[in-house]
């Protein structure tokens, strides 16, 4: 059985974990680009361009979780990939980001 709004709901939880892995994605490639770079220049990184994608990971996270618990109370159930990436998005806000 079907809920009327389950199109809209689904809808929102799937493109919150595709935002959610997209900044993942960036994160883990700006870390990946600054192996081997000075000191300095990590931390100008950091300070400036990092930290945006560190808060735009924190955003994508804080939906993620907030679109499953409204696809959870529609009644419906998240495959289990699905249930993963909620998992590590709870994780990171537990962790306050870091």
Do not use: C, Y
Request: aromatic residues 6%.
């Amino acid at each position: 059985m079907t809920t009327p709004d389950e199109p809209e709901v689904t809808g929102r939880l799937r493109r919150a974990l595709e935002a959610f892995q997209k900044a993942q994605g960036m994160l883990l490639t700006a870390h990946r680009g600054l192996k081997g770079q000075p000191a300095a220049e990590v931390d100008r990184f950091w300070m400036a361009q990092g930290r945006r994608i560190e808060q735009q990971l924190h955003a994508t996270a804080s939906e993620a979780v907030a679109a499953f618990k409204a696809f959870s109370a529609a009644g419906l159930v998240a495959s289990a990939a699905d249930r993963h990436l909620v998992n590590e998005a709870q994780r990171l806000l537990a962790e306050g980001g870091r």
